[in-house]
């Protein structure tokens, strides 16, 4: 998930919306969408305005000349023909990838909105400020801003080797890279160190950044990176996780689907690793 090209982002909804404009309409944390089962589109300002949904309301910017809003539908909202709420998941290689990285935003921003209707400070409900993806407190003036969370990814190589781990919650027989979230008062790379240590009692060193990919679920911001082995003996005594080996680079086990970061950071390295020296 990323920025789509020609998109051009902001957070000043225009006074007058055309009909043609995309709503990213959420009721909870499913998301309004037209079309068949197939081929599922996102419907338009004209399309919302007839089914008669309300809700506030945030831009998110222009799509090739398009503009598009995130909408946080009142509760309570009924079913309406012609629309169905799908979650956003379901919709990975339905939805073009240009709209459903624009939906991934729209659901950070429409549960942000959602989380922060009153002031975590003193209880008194916020209002949207002026000029900022902001909600302020008018009695105190705290400010909340939308939340993302970095975690860190790290791939850990010895050798041709790869270091992957099963947590509980996969699906069976899958592994993927080590990941965690950042500590406060921590950097990424002492995130990393203590992670791979925690989870795998393993030290690393030439820690080395891959990419990047925002991740919806619920507002991280995944951080990849690969690092060589420095030494520890492999042991999983972390909670979160099952299983963890080492596999040689040309033959790994089932993996997490492409969408991922944490696919295309096992790739690259495995081929980057299978290849000749
Ligand atoms: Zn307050």
Known sequence: ????????????????????????????AKVAVGGGEDAPTIPTLATIATAGLAGRRHYLGELAGAPCVAQVLDDGTPDVPGLAFVGLRSLFFRLPEPLLALAARAFQIVEWDRTHRYCGRCGTPTRDKPGERAKECPACGYVAYPRVSPAMMALVTRGRELLLARAHRFPPGMFSALAGFVEPGE??????????????????????????????????LMIAFTAEYAGGELRCEDAEIAEARWFPADALPPLPPSVSIARRLIDATARRLAGPR
């Open 187 to 220: 950097t990424i790379e002492d995130c990393l160190a203590r992670e791979v240590r925690e989870e795998v009692g393993v030290e690393v060193r030439e820690i080395r950044y891959f990419g990047s990919q925002s991740w919806a679920f619920p507002h991280s």
């Open 1 to 28: 998930m990323h920025t789509p090209q020609g998109f051009l982002p902001s957070h000043v909804l225009p006074a007058d919306l055309p009909p043609t404009a995309l709503v990213f309409a959420f009721r909870d």
